[in-house]
Nanobody, 115 residues
């Protein structure tokens, strides 16, 4: 069983920055794709950003130019750099990793942006 552990969430004011981390219990290069998703109260979970094994990235339109996904294969860690945060970015952020058989989720980390 793969463990994904997120960290780095917190409370910031609008315009601020946070960096989320997701550390996996195995080599992240074994996953076909990894990503960040978020879920605000009353809303469905939505894609924020993904990165493939080949380092191709994809972003939701609402976060393009403000959030950036990256990874450190040596540290088995996925990152989400979040700049110019807005109140509508408030949500629980989840790390996801998919291999050829199944997908894995972290426990989530809360991000709260106040105006």
């Amino acid at each position: 069983q793969v463990q994904l552990v997120e960290s780095g969430g917190g409370s910031v004011q609008a315009g601020g920055s946070l960096r989320l981390s997701c550390t996996a219990s195995r080599n992240i290069f074994s996953f076909n794709i990894m990503g960040w998703y978020r879920q605000a109260p009353g809303n469905q979970r939505e894609l924020v950003a993904t990165i493939t094994k080949g380092a191709i990235t994809n972003y939701a339109d609402s976060v393009k130019g403000r959030l950036s996904i990256s990874r450190n294969i040596v540290k088995n860690t996925l990152y989400l750099q979040m700049n110019t945060l807005k109140p509508e970015d408030t949500a629980v952020y989840y790390c996801n990793a998919d291999d050829i058989l199944t997908g894995f989720w972290g426990q989530g980390t809360q991000v709260t942006v106040s105006s």
